[in-house]
């Protein structure tokens, strides 16, 4: 599997991320470090929106007419009409485990030439679908980091 060591990365944040993160105090999860800036469980939320528009376009990449154009999403719009503050810290990081789990499927599963079908990310820069892996799991360990301090 060409992919194996995005994967393996993404398997081992599908591991190690939900004891360690649910190992913090409630409280910190609602704190929000200045006007405008998300809590930690909006970045998780967050996330989740990530993996579930970055799903969709793993998918799209892979049977739709290339270079498949990329569309951004709002993502503090999505962020703020999902109430990700209302929700409990327990609901979010297993939300969260179920879209890596699928997305680590995909993963598995491409084939060696589907990671070099292109998309259009904007401004007429092409990259490939083995690009868009490693854009993803490089965000989600970014983002990870900032609910808690762990070299995933």
């Not at 994967?7 to 409630?26: D, G, H």
């Not at 179920?98 to 060696?112: G, K, P, T």
């Amino acid at each position: 599997m060409m992919n194996a060591p995005l994967t393996s990365r993404l398997q081992q944040l599908y591991e190690n991320v939900p004891p360690t993160v649910l190992a913090l105090p409630e409280s910190v999860w609602t704190n929000k470090p200045a006007p405008g800036k998300w809590s930690k469980k909006e970045i998780m939320g967050h996330l989740i929106d990530s993996a579930i528009n970055n799903h969709r376009r793993f998918v799209r990449v892979q049977i739709e007419p290339q270079p498949l154009v990329i569309e951004k999403y709002a993502q503090d719009d999505w962020v703020r009409l999902h109430h990700y503050q209302e929700w409990t810290t327990e609901v979010l990081v297993r939300c969260w485990q179920s879209h890596q789990h699928q997305i680590i499927i995909l993963m598995e599963v491409a084939s060696a030439e589907s990671l070099y079908n292109l998309c259009d990310i904007g401004g007429g820069e092409l990259k490939t679908m083995q690009w868009l892996y490693q854009d993803y799991v490089d965000h989600q360990e970014h983002h990870l980091r900032q609910i808690v301090d762990y070299h995933f």
